[in-house]
Nanobody
Framework: QVQLVESGGGLVQPGGSLRLSCAAS????????MGWYRQAPGKQRELVAR???????NIADSVQGRFTISRDNAKNTVYLQMGSLKPEDTAVYYC???????????????WGQGTQVTVSS
């Protein structure tokens, strides 16, 4: 059983910072790409940032320059450092990862349970 366990969400004032963490746990062979998505009320889930095993990143234009994604491969953990937060960043943030769970070199996509980030004064 594979799980993605997120932490670090909460309430922050505009202009503030938060750091989200997501660790893959369970039985698996390797973790490929990892990333963060978010979904605000009444809106579709959207990509925030994604990072490959080798550190290549893809970051949404809306958070470019404010958010940074990184990972610790030894810990199978991905981080999202969020800065200069705006009210429009308020959403449930979901961790996502492609994980190899069998000896066959294919991956399965997994989602975390989501963590709430609220930006408000």
């Amino acid at each position: 059983q594979v799980q993605l366990v997120e932490s670090g969400g909460g309430l922050v004032q505009p202009g503030g910072s938060l750091r989200l963490s997501c660790a893959a746990s369970g039985s698996f062979f390797s973790v490929a790409a990892m990333g963060w998505y978010r979904q605000a009320p009444g809106k579709q889930r959207e990509l925030v940032a994604r990072i490959t095993t080798f550190g290549s990143t893809n970051i949404a234009d809306s958070v470019q320059g404010r958010f940074t994604i990184s990972r610790d491969n030894a810990k199978n953990t991905v981080y999202l450092q969020m800065g200069s937060l705006k009210p429009e960043d308020t959403a449930v943030y979901y961790c996502n990862a492609d994980i190899q769970t069998t000896k066959i070199l294919v991956t399965t996509n997994y989602w975390g349970q989501g963590t709430q980030v609220t930006v408000s004064s």
